[in-house]
């Protein structure tokens, strides 16, 4: 019997989706210069990580993930400016394979 991944409780978790500039700061400011995008928290299967990184990074340019706890499965995804839809897009299409469950408001 196969069993199925059982997610902790995301209670606890922000679901962030805010602006962020190119040294990461979430200021809210909009600097000249400054690269703007959105940043997406969610649950994957912890097995799936990598592909989703990996999915993800082949689209050049359209997101960064990177792994917040890699034993939950919480990752955070940098998406470029004007390509959030796309990155909905992919993880949407992705997300019977990941699992992947955006981390709910505290």
């Not at 069993?3 to 962020?20: A, D, I, N, T």
Request: aromatic share 8%; hydrophobic share 35%; net charge negative.
């Amino acid at each position: 019997m196969k069993s199925k991944l059982q997610l902790p409780s995301r209670e606890s978790y922000c679901y962030h989706r805010h602006r962020v500039n190119k040294s990461g700061k979430t200021n809210g400011s909009t600097a000249e210069g400054s690269m703007q995008g959105t940043v997406f928290l969610g649950f994957v299967d912890p097995r799936t990580i990598h592909f989703l990184s990996s999915t993800l990074e082949a689209y050049e340019g359209v997101a960064v993930v990177t792994t917040v706890d890699s034993d939950l499965g919480l990752v955070r995804i940098h998406a470029a400016p004007d390509c959030e839809d796309d990155v909905l897009a992919i993880i949407g299409a992705e997300s019977k394979f990941t699992g992947w469950v955006p981390a709910e408001p505290a």
